[in-house]
């Protein structure tokens, strides 16, 4: 027999149906009937974060980190358009997220009542679908609707738009064991036949190029991914969002292709015959200039669950629509045939590719200059990583620290490397690390950023410090704004217009007003030693300012509209 609720009541039976155990928000007038039933519930625990922006970051991490969709809820007007931001960054990066907004009463919309927006209208271009509920009747189908559409097909966020008046009226609940949508039904197998062509191409490619991205890791095939590349001994890319989707430990990856990439993985997308594109989009990041990528022809197999990323910038010969991780135990399955069969991977051909391919690894092009008198950006990585023995969570912000982030933190495993690709949003760091602190409770968690962009959500260690959530925070600080000064550097005749950070405040006084440990490190010889100690400090977060050489460029890079084998390998080809 079905039991008669609130709004507000279904809302939150709705989340605890899902299994969520953890909402991050921030009440307001149009969801205080919302909060009201939080308030009398167990099942999860809510976040209360110090922005809106700071809730969807959080709920996105905390799905990256997880496999498990993330939550938020924000009030009407002011609290969604905070919250378009972390909609938007969520969006381009294709993760699985449900998020609660408040309206004004039903019989208000259309009258420009107090803290009314056009919520649906507004976030209809970052998310995957929206709905607005009408009848209170509704409520439970469309909180499963948003589940079920979050985390199936191409993953995504979806909001939901409950008006004041529809968390007040009852009706009977019951939540829907199953959910039936006539016009959304996401394909999982790939094709067999188109498989078995696939099969066939990789077993004739005499320079093949295996390039995944983040779908690879959405769909969580890292297992598959990896069996895949060390069965073939083909060369392995992982893009910005793919990285720990093959591990980076193995001689086969050949590191991150794209803008700044390495040399050996852009030149060897350039001059592959036979390229296997897994869960990535041929972004304009990754592969630059379309037409220079068409000039050296060569077959392209590409998987994707999203039939509208296939053929959209790069035209493919073998599209497979379908989830990652089927289409890859189908592929390992036909490989299997394959070689019962007599068929093998060109043996002579691969050898000599490889030789190529340490050819260019021989360029070292991620070497950089040491310093004793100043802390070089990189080292803090490579040590950070030595110090965490590869096995943290990193998260990071948007600009040069992420890109340092991505070179020298060499990912094992999937899921570990939390950032903004698509979108990149500055201020993401810090709130993606309570998120993925609350996913993970108990695992090492750092935040890499910088003296900007750590400002721009700086507020949520009031939020770390309520939640005793403990990351610890490696600011790269170099007194610039240092992705915008390295381009001005190099296409705008070094004019730094805006781009220094000409009044910064004390970090330590102001994150110990928060109630954490600040630490100020300047000299190279102190960077092992400070970061030893902020580690093995478990129960508190540690900010650790480290001050760095304000000329450091990121290196390699193909400038915007070049191709993806003209790459800038350091100051000395400006």
């Not at 004739?204 to 297992?223: F, K, N, V």
């Not at 997308?269 to 060569?298: E, W, Y």
């Not at 993401?428 to 695992?443: D, K």
Request: glycine fraction near 8%; charged fraction near 20%; include cysteine.
């Amino acid at each position: 027999m079905s039991i008669e609720l609130t709004g507000a009541d279904i809302v939150v039976r709705c989340l605890a149906e899902e299994g969520v155990e953890h909402v991050f928000g921030y009440p307001g007038g149009a969801v205080l009937y919302i909060y009201d039933a939080i308030f009398n519930q167990n099942k999860f625990q809510h976040i209360l974060v110090r922005h809106e922006q700071a809730a969807i970051h959080a709920a996105d991490a905390y799905s990256r980190s997880s496999q498990k969709v993330g939550v938020a809820i924000v009030t009407s007007g002011p609290g969604v358009t905070n919250a378009v931001t972390g909609l938007a960054t969520a969006y381009m990066d294709s993760i699985p997220m449900v998020v609660i907004s408040g309206q004004v009463p039903s019989h208000a919309i259309g009258q420009d009542a107090f803290q009314e927006c056009d919520t649906v209208g507004i976030t209809r271009p970052c998310v995957k679908h929206n709905f607005l509920v009408k009848d209170v009747k509704d409520l439970a189908e469309t909180m499963k609707k948003a589940f079920y559409i979050a985390k199936t097909g191409r993953p995504g966020p979806v909001l939901v738009d409950i008006p004041k008046d529809i968390t007040v009226q009852k009706c009977a609940f019951e939540y829907p064991k199953e959910i039936e949508m006539r016009s959304y039904k996401p394909v999982d197998k790939g094709h067999a036949g188109q498989i078995r062509k696939a099969v066939q191409l990789l077993m004739s490619a005499e320079r093949p190029m295996i390039y995944t991205g983040g779908g690879a890791i959405l769909a969580d095939a890292a297992p598959e991914l990896n069996k895949l590349v060390d069965r073939l001994g083909f060369p392995c890319t992982n893009t910005l969002m793919g990285l720990g989707g093959y591990k980076a430990s193995s001689d086969k990856f050949v590191g991150m292709p794209g803008m700044h990439g390495t040399y050996e993985a852009n030149m060897a997308m350039q001059h592959s015959d036979v390229l296997i594109a897994i869960g990535a989009r041929f972004d304009d990041r990754v592969i630059g200039n379309p037409k220079h990528f068409a000039t050296h022809p060569r077959k392209i197999i590409h998987i994707d669950i999203d039939p509208s990323s296939i053929s959209k910038r790069v035209k493919v010969d073998i599209p497979i629509v379908g989830n990652v991780k089927d289409v890859l135990q189908e592929l390992l399955a036909q490989l299997d045939a394959a070689e019962a069969a007599g068929s093998r991977p060109n043996a002579t051909a691969l050898t000599q590719w490889w030789k190529q391919i340490n050819e260019w690894r021989g360029r070292e092009c991620l070497k950089y200059p040491t310093s004793k008198e100043v802390i070089k950006p990189q080292s803090v990585v490579e040590k950070l990583w030595e110090v965490t023995k590869g096995d943290a969570f990193i998260t990071s912000d948007v600009g040069q620290h992420q890109m340092w982030a991505a070179q020298y933190y060499r990912f094992d495993k999937p899921r570990r490397w939390i950032n903004s690709g698509g979108l990149g949003t500055m201020g993401v760091g810090l709130p993606y690390a309570m998120g993925v602190q609350m996913a993970n409770p108990g695992a090492t968690v750092a935040c890499i950023t910088g003296e900007a962009s750590i400002q721009m959500c700086i507020q949520e260690l009031g939020t770390c410090k309520q939640y005793h959530l403990t990351p610890k925070i490696i600011l790269l600080n170099n007194r610039f704004l240092g992705m915008v000064r390295q381009w001005q550097q190099i296409d705008y005749g070094s004019r730094y217009s805006e781009s220094y950070m000409d009044s910064l405040p004390d970090f330590n006084k102001l994150v110990e007003s928060y109630g954490h440990v600040g630490m100020k490190i300047e000299k190279p010889n102190d960077v092992e030693g400070a970061l030893k100690e902020a580690f093995s400090m478990k129960d508190r977060l540690v900010f650790m300012n480290f001050i760095t050489d304000q000329t450091e460029n990121v290196w390699p890079m193909v400038k915007a509209g070049k191709g993806l084998t003209e790459m800038l390998l350091g100051s000395e080809d400006l």
